[in-house]
């Protein structure tokens, strides 16, 4: 597919249309000197993403993630293909586009180690050119919601890593960005950490409808951020679509965990149910289903023509478990 290489007359800002558009995408490493070994880290991707959609870019180390963002961003040239962030070319608008973008890499800070964290936030709001009284408010608005007041005096380079992951995301968030992108935002956090700070990018964009872009490790971050999942599988794309759609196109079972009200027969050949333990003397039994083939109530109707049902829990598969099946599968194609 060919398209002009200017950005799209109808959007001079980028405002209208897709917030990221990814057609054929390419791009190598190396192979220019006779040694050097040529690497394809991203291998014709094509996607779109709308504004206000939530999307969880994954995929096993070294399948393309970085290569990906840095593309995205106007950090690298692609090989070939087109890439079109906020409608704009990164490229030759990588100004224009960080305007409109947040971007937080792990590895990379965006904050200034040795001047207390409040000295930052006032370079990045003069960075942005943001009128004096709106970034005092912008501030503090994220520094309250971040939980971050008793360390606006602190050097970043003093900060925990918890607190140096908050700091970084209001940085980001201090220009009011249309998208989010976040590259391993809860990586070395605590349970506590990431659970306030997940619940904190929930609510921003409830509230303000920020498109996120994020890459994880932490199938969490996704379960709990993203409405949509992007596998990518040694630079190619292997999944685009709903995490429950991921489960299902690997037939990952759920799980049905039924007590029952008196001792009973192992519940075996219930229709498209499989039968994974007896517990208690067959008070507590377990039966996987695929939810692609029968549907939870089916399984129970026919459990229930059995024995009473006193209680039941439905355990969704295990999403890390549905990755490794989706890279397993995506190998053996190759
Ligand atoms: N500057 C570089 N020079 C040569 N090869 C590179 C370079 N950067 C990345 N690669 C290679 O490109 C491939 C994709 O790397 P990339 O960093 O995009 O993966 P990733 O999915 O982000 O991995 P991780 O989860 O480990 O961060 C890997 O094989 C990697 O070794």
Redesign the pocket.
């Known amino acids: 597919m060919t398209r002009p290489d200017h950005d799209a007359p109808t959007s001079p800002t980028g405002q209208a249309g897709p917030i990221i558009e990814v057609t054929n995408l390419v791009?190598d490493?190396?192979g220019l000197g006779r040694k050097s070994r040529r690497?394809?880290?991203?291998d014709h991707i094509s996607f779109g993403i709308q504004p206000g959609e939530a999307v969880g870019y994954i995929?096993?180390?070294?399948?393309?993630?970085?290569?990906?963002?840095?593309l995205l961003m106007g950090i690298l040239r692609p090989t070939a293909g087109q890439v079109r962030t906020c409608g704009l070319d990164p490229m030759r608008r990588r100004i224009d586009v960080a305007r409109q973008v947040g971007v937080v890499f792990g590895q990379r800070s965006q904050l200034w180690w040795d001047l207390p964290l409040r000295e930052s936030f006032t370079i990045l709001a003069a960075i942005h050119r943001l009128d004096p009284a709106a970034a005092r408010d912008r501030t503090a608005r994220l520094v309250d919601e971040l939980e971050m007041g008793g360390q606006l005096a602190t050097p970043v380079r003093s900060l925990s890593l918890g607190q140096r992951m908050r700091a970084e995301i209001a940085a980001a968030l201090l220009h009011s960005p249309r998208l989010l992108v976040l590259?391993?935002p809860t990586i070395g956090l605590d349970v506590l950490s990431k659970q306030r700070l997940r619940e904190f990018l929930v609510e921003e964009r409830r509230e303000r409808g920020t498109t996120l872009l994020l890459?994880t490790?932490d199938m969490g971050d996704v379960e709990r951020l993203c409405s949509r999942v992007l596998v990518?599988d040694h630079?190619r794309l292997a999944y685009d679509g709903t995490l429950p759609g991921l489960a299902a196109t690997v037939g990952a079972e759920r799980l049905l965990v039924i007590d029952l009200a008196e001792p009973t027969r192992p519940l075996q050949d219930v229709p498209g149910a499989r039968l994974v333990a007896v517990e208690s003397d067959g008070l507590r039994q377990r039966l996987a289903f695929d939810g692609a083939r029968t549907t939870a109530a089916a399984v129970l109707t026919e459990v229930s023509r059995r024995a009473t049902i006193r209680d039941l829990a439905v355990e969704e598969p295990d999403i890390e478990d549905v990755v490794r099946r989706i890279y397993a599968s995506s190998a053996g194609q190759r």
């Open positions: 791009r490493y190396g690497v394809r880290a991203v995929g096993a180390n070294g399948a393309g993630k970085s290569t990906t963002i840095k590259d391993e890459t490790h990518v630079g």
